[in-house]
């Protein structure tokens, strides 16, 4: 079982400007967990579902398939 421990995390602010296109994320927002992307209309991260802003995201990790 995979827990967020174990998912390689990197701080919001090393992102690179490449991952702002619009693919989906696994972000760390407030406590928890979030699937999301940016969307540049807005200039800032959504749930690409609820296409609610997500206001505290941290860090970040991409979203790799299994191998």
Known sequence: ???AKHIPWESIGALPPNRK???RLLLW????PSIG???SG???WEDPE???LLEEVS???DITPPA
């Open 1 to 3: 079982m995979i827990t």
């Open 21 to 23: 296109d619009g693919r």
């Open 29 to 32: 927002e407030s406590d928890q």
């Open 37 to 39: 992307r940016w969307d």
């Open 42 to 44: 807005r200039d800032g």
């Open 50 to 52: 609820s296409l609610r």
């Open 59 to 61: 860090y970040w990790a």
